[in-house]
């Protein structure tokens, strides 16, 4: 036995044709299984400090791009001088650290890592020095 199902959407209806063998699962049982590999990502309050300093040193003359990337075991923020060139910093997000050294972390070029903290502005004071200049 086969049933129509009409939804209304928008302006128009959406036709489902439905078996007596169909599963409708409703989308939020599904996403509270295990399956979904949850990402790791910067919040709102974070993404803004971040996006705080880049802003300056952007207006300084020092950074010109930056990508975000987040997995399931860290969130990263990358810096670059130029778009086809290695980052200069990373700006890293690892929760899995934070009762240990630190979720946040500053990266350089070269994988050394230049700063680490619990707290991500206290982390960002890093970059206020090279904002200093002498101005004659």
Known sequence: MWQILLQKISPSFKIIIMSDRSTIIPMEHAFNHKAAVQFIFFDRREFQAILNIYGKMVAAGHWKDYATSGSKD?????????????????????????????????????????????ELEQVLKYFDKKLIRIVK
């Open 74 to 118: 860290v969130a990263i923020f990358a810096i670059f001088q130029r778009a086809s060139e290695k980052p200069l910093f990373r700006i890293i997000k690892t929760p899995s650290l934070r009762h240990k050294q630190g979720a946040f972390a500053i990266v350089s070029r070269h994988g050394q890592i230049l700063n680490r903290g619990h």
